[in-house]
């Protein structure tokens, strides 16, 4: 067995008289370290799961990867692409993909007896990939649309059914702006509810055949391909294979590209994460020194001993070192069942509730990422280790002599 270790353990379970004082100051050393890895481990976990949140639902929304005409503008009315195309529909089978599905939308006025609102009816076909609705499904049914039968269901954001006071299977009628005006009438299928009002606010999903029929484009136009990919970290490079696979004519770019202001602003959410990392690091270290200071003053009798029988400086630091160590991992083992209790509490009970007009959803999100966790757990270990280094140096200046005879 390793003889500082060993030291270092009998000295840190030794119940003697002299330890009474020393014994509530590791203590609370113990609990500072457990609560600041404890608001660490919080802080990831949810902003991570905000991030993660926001992120899943723009991109259920308007997909990782659109592909549109090239002289598409910035307004909701698509400019024609022709379905048939090399990538459509085999690129979902090459590594990396997940769905590619044709849309088109096109704006519109939803008028009732008493209220009117502006809104965007996005078309999809019989491809429509509709997990994510069916995630965030309040109320009713995901319409089923097919390329023979033009379906009249569509399915509504609950803010435009709270809005405009629709329920499930009353009839809408849809004003869009051609030459002259068309008139659509639609059945409310489905009301789903994400909490993203900038999308909620304003999106109606219905049958892309009403935006053909309306637009006069042939039954083999669509406005553009919705492609979906396996891992968002990936989404740079997947764009740049699609964009290297569509004809000269069209262009592809990512929902970064896309809704830059959204992601940008998701980013800034890292800075708030490591200043609180920062914060909590250094109250850690802070504790940990003054823990090993009380030590090291407490045990200077133990030091002249063990440098009178011949050991080196460096040894006795590794027994202090140790001994520090121990208390770090206690911190830590304690740090780790509150933050992943308290989560596990929140991910599956929800106590903790949001105003989703302001922070996009209604509970306090919770991401499980067990390499984040890992790492900020190795991360803590490392630098306070490091950072007990320095003050071990204060054992290398006391001479076994004095040491011995101190009191």
Same mark, same amino acid.
Request: net charge negative.
């Given at each position: 067995?390793?003889?500082?270790?060993?030291?270092?353990?009998?000295?840190?379970?030794a119940k003697e008289?002299?330890?009474?004082?020393t014994k509530p100051i590791l203590g609370i050393a113990i609990l500072a370290i457990g609560f600041s890895v404890a608001i660490m481990l919080l802080s990831i976990m949810i902003v991570t799961g905000f991030k993660k949140d926001i992120s899943d639902k723009i991109i259920g929304f308007n997909s990782h990867i659109t592909i549109t005409n090239f002289t598409e503008n910035q307004s909701y009315e698509s400019e024609p692409i022709y379905k048939h195309q090399d990538f459509y529909p085999s690129i979902r089978n090459e590594d990396g993909f997940k769905h590619i599905q044709v849309y088109a939308t096109k704006a519109g006025i939803i008028k009732t007896n008493d209220e009117i609102l502006g809104s965007v009816l996005k078309g999809v076909g019989n491809d429509f990939d509709p997990s994510f609705f069916k995630q965030n499904l309040v109320e009713g049914k995901i319409p089923v649309y097919s390329d023979t039968i033009t379906s009249n269901k569509v399915l509504i954001s609950k803010s435009i059914s709270n809005l405009l006071k629709l329920s499930i299977n009353d009839n809408m009628v849809m004003y869009f702006v051609n030459k002259p005006p068309r008139v659509r009438k639609f059945i409310v299928e489905g009301i789903y509810e994400t909490g993203l009002s900038d999308f909620d606010d304003l999106m109606v999903i219905g049958d892309i055949q009403h935006i053909q029929k309306l637009n006069g484009w042939q039954s083999d136009q669509v406005g553009?391909?919705?492609?979906?990919?396996?891992?968002?970290?990936?989404?740079?490079?997947?764009?740049? #294979?699609? $964009? %290297?696979? #569509?004809? $000269? %004519?069209?262009?592809?770019?990512?929902?970064?590209?896309?809704?830059?202001?959204i992601f940008d602003w998701l980013a800034l959410q890292d800075i708030n994460v490591r200043v609180i990392l920062i914060l909590m690091l250094i109250v850690a270290c802070i504790n940990m020194i003054t823990a090993l200071l009380i030590l090291i003053l407490e045990r200077t009798r133990l030091i002249g001993i063990l440098k009178a029988f011949g050991a080196s400086n460096w040894s006795v630091r590794r027994v202090f070192l140790y001994n520090a160590l121990n208390i770090i991992l206690k911190g830590l083992i304690l740090g780790n069942f509150i933050a992943l209790g308290l989560a596990l509490v929140q991910h599956h009970f929800a106590f903790f509730q949001l105003d989703p007009n302001t922070y996009f959803m209604h509970t306090v999100p919770i991401n499980f990422n067990l390499t984040y966790i890992a790492l900020l757990n190795i991360g803590t270990i490392i630098v306070c280790y490091l950072v007990l280094?320095?003050?071990?140096?204060?054992?290398?200046?006391?001479t076994p002599i004095k040491a011995i005879r101190y009191e």
């Open positions: 067995m390793n003889v500082e270790y060993f030291i270092a353990n009998r000295l840190f379970t008289e002299n330890n009474r004082y553009g391909f919705e492609v979906t990919i396996d891992n968002f970290e990936d989404l740079e490079m997947m764009t740049s #294979i699609v $964009y %290297n696979q #569509i004809d $000269y %004519n069209l262009n592809a770019f990512s929902i970064k590209e896309r809704i830059p202001q280094v320095i003050p071990s140096v204060i054992i290398t200046k006391i």
